[in-house]
């Protein structure tokens, strides 16, 4: 067995997502040698995954078995291709259904009795690797239920080429690089704000002192004097606290935004091994309840099968730097059930699933488990952003607005926002949120040079 491994596991982002020219993310980390010799291949930038990169993969029945590929493969395409299809209602008046989950399964309903050739295990199984691929999809948004997920705007979201790679030295290489360049002592840490009041007039200490519209406070209760601030916070926290966070409260649209766009949990488990009982090329293991169905309701009782909405495991490259880790992805409401319980009960549950999964009762339990609870996390409460049923782009849009809204304002851009959920087609994204802090800068550099 291998040495414990200097074992990177991100807890946070882990792909860059479409690395190719149009990717601000893969550019720097290009001009910085951040990416190993694969992810730069002039091949990689060109392969379309339409955000659903293709690994090489096995997939797990609970019977115990291994599924056939073809079934797989066919029910998956039939899931894409539906996915594929809900562009066509991006800016339609009446859309047929609120929600991408409706739809999907309407078509589904409508589809799949005529497909499998009339044999009843077969339509089975075609529904039970769509029901796996709708937990999938949870994933990708970053939502409870696709039912959540606006149909109309579902659209927008823009997918870029490139085959989906990460970082050999972690994401954070990119941010200790980024940072490098700053001067010594610019950026604070653990410096939590209480309080971001705006359109007043502060003064610091002194004679000749002048005055600034905004006053940040910290929690620690340090104070911060300024004439702009670029608010970046997740749109977990703004849902929850942006009316005491802001003195005054925001304008009503802007709260509106806040309420109305989605934003939930998609939470990482990593399995260490001391041997692998996957086969060397395999890079993906998904799971499949052979008895579901994206038709009937999923049990509601979280405590006794939050573990069912678990997609499966990638497995961690190379095992020479991770050692033998599976990192398993789960969403929703589940996945913050999953936060609540302790460290052993979720090696247990995870245990009995790949037991269950593998046909192999006494498969060696793994010998650590470490999670992601970005629900938990006071400061974030949830992964990143969707746009819901009830919101619309333009939501996003308004919550990028920087405000004073009247540009006559003698005082302008007092309050202006970034990250992730204010990128209109890139939405729950590092390069979303990369491209949002630059439009930002860019807007600042604007007035300056008014």
């Not at 961690?316 to 880790?325: D, K, N």
Request: aromatic share 8%.
């Amino acid at each position: 067995s291998l040495p414990a491994a200097s074992g990177l596991a991100e807890m946070g982002a882990h792909w860059i997502h479409g690395p190719s020219p149009g990717n601000p993310v893969f550019c720097l980390a290009s001009r910085y040698g951040l990416l190993g010799p694969e992810a730069a291949r002039e091949e990689n930038q060109q392969v379309e995954a339409g955000g659903h990169p293709p690994m090489p993969s096995v997939t797990y029945g609970s019977s115990g078995k291994v599924l056939s590929p073809k079934a797989v493969r066919e029910a998956r395409d039939l899931f894409y291709a539906l996915l594929a299809s809900t562009r066509a209602f991006q800016g339609s008046k009446e859309p047929p259904w609120p929600s991408v989950g409706e739809y999907v399964r309407a078509e589904i309903a409508r589809t799949v009795p005529t497909m499998a050739g009339g044999q009843e295990d077969a339509r089975r199984l075609q529904l039970a690797v769509l029901a796996a691929c709708l937990k999938l999809e949870c994933c990708i948004s970053g939502t409870h239920s696709m039912d959540l997920v606006g149909l109309e705007p579902f659209g927008e979201y823009v997918s870029l080429p490139g085959l989906d790679c990460t970082f050999p030295g972690g994401y954070s290489s990119l941010a200790e690089r980024l940072l490098s360049d700053l001067p010594e002592g610019t950026v604070l840490l653990n410096k939590a704000v209480r309080t971001i009041q705006w359109q007043g007039s502060f003064r610091e200490e002194g004679d000749d002192a002048r005055v600034f519209p905004v006053r940040v406070e910290c929690e620690d209760g340090d104070v911060f004097l300024a004439d702009h601030v670029i608010i970046t916070v997740p749109l977990g926290f703004l849902k929850e606290h942006h009316q005491e966070f802001f003195q005054p409260p925001l304008p009503e649209r802007k709260a509106q935004a806040i309420r109305h766009l989605g934003f939930g949990t998609n939470n990482k488990i990593f399995l260490e091994f001391e041997e692998p009982f996957w086969e060397p090329e395999q890079q993906l293991l998904e799971v499949v309840w052979e008895d579901e169905s994206p038709l009937e309701e999923p049990s509601a009782d979280l405590e006794a099968s939050w573990f069912k909405k678990l997609i499966g495991f990638v497995v961690l490259q190379p095992p020479e730097q991770h050692g033998h880790v599976l990192c398993g992805f789960i969403a929703g409401k589940e996945s913050e059930h999953m936060e609540t319980l302790s460290d052993a009960e979720v090696l247990g549950a995870m245990t009995r699933v790949l037991r269950t999964m593998t046909g192999n009762p006494s498969l060696p339990a793994p010998r650590s488990v470490l999670r992601s609870r970005w629900h938990s996390a006071p400061y974030t409460r949830g992964s990143y952003s969707y746009v819901a049923v009830g919101s619309s782009g333009d939501d996003i849009d308004v919550l990028a607005q920087p405000l004073p809204e009247d540009p006559r304002d003698p005082r302008p851009l007092q309050l202006l926002f970034a990250g992730e959920a204010t990128h209109r087609t890139f939405y729950s994204t590092t390069h979303g949120a990369l491209l949002s802090g630059w439009r930002e800068a860019e807007r600042l550099n604007q007035l300056f040079q008014a």
